[in-house]
T-cell receptor
Framework: GAGVSQSPSNKVTEKGKDVELRCDPI?????LYWYRQSLGQGLEFLIY????????KSGLPSDRFSAERTGGSVSTLTIQRTQQEDSAVYLC??????????????FGSGTQLSVL | DAKTTQPPSMDCAEGRAANLPCNHS???????VYWYRQIHSQGPQYIIH???NNETNEMASLIITEDRKSSTLILPHATLRDTAVYYC?????????????FGKGTLLTVNP
């Protein structure tokens, strides 16, 4: 498909377990973003990757959260020792570039994470 | 980045035009107005954006007032599938604009 793909679509885990969320951006998009959306709330920025530059991790809420992007394409968001407050929809987006005239972001359908 | 104000909810009859307002009175000269929407259980979807001039694409029209302090998104013939939360954001291109926050938006309900 041509869109941003995220997996799994749903993840239920127990408190204290680690989880990995995957994002496949649109081919050719150099910018990749992770956001979090809690129930009834707006989007919360987590982390941003742009090409080979160092990622902007300033939105990560704690050191239990980390993300990597391998080969400038697929990205994985890892949450260690999950807590109930981590329950949310985790959204990934990609764009051709940041700083260009066209700043359209293309979002995936998200991963619904539920921590019991 | 400038903040925006939107009504929390609106209703529209199917087939009629939906006009969604947004106030952005503190917008700067180099900030664009963007609209996204989020249909239930999906990620946000880009609709349209503009700087000063009115814009139109296959999805919607964007009307920006001359002083740029407010704008209106127009869906000319709303369908049931247009029921979604609509987000208005303002941002400049470049820098750390990716840290955009969508706020709570307007829940548009299109009724049959």
């Amino acid at each position: 498909g041509a869109g941003v793909s995220q997996s799994p679509s749903n993840k239920v885990t127990e408190k204290g377990k680690d989880v990995e969320l995957r994002c496949d951006p649109i081919s050719g998009h150099t910018a990749l973003y992770w956001y979090r959306q809690s129930l009834g709330q707006g989007l919360e920025f987590l982390i941003y990757f742009q090409g080979n530059s160092a990622p902007d991790k300033s939105g990560l809420p704690s050191d239990r959260f980390s993300a990597e992007r391998t080969g400038g394409s697929v990205s994985t968001l890892t949450i260690q020792r999950t807590q109930q407050e981590d329950s949310a929809v985790y959204l990934c987006a990609s764009s051709l570039s940041s700083g260009e005239v066209n700043e359209k972001l293309f979002f995936g359908s998200g991963t619904q994470l539920s921590v019991l | 980045d400038a903040k925006t104000t939107q009504p929390p909810s609106m209703d529209c009859a199917e087939g009629r035009a939906a006009n969604l307002p947004c106030n952005h009175s503190t917008i700067s000269g180099n900030e664009y107005v963007y609209w996204y929407r989020q249909i239930h259980s999906q990620g946000p979807q880009y609709i349209i954006h503009g700087l000063k001039n009115n814009e139109t694409n296959e999805m919607a029209s964007l009307i920006i007032t001359e002083d740029r302090k407010s704008s209106t998104l127009i869906l000319p013939h709303a369908t049931l599938r247009d029921t979604a939360v609509y987000y208005c954001i303002v941002m400049r291109h470049g820098g750390s604009n990716y840290k955009l926050t969508f706020g709570k938006g307007t829940l548009l309900t299109v009724n049959p």
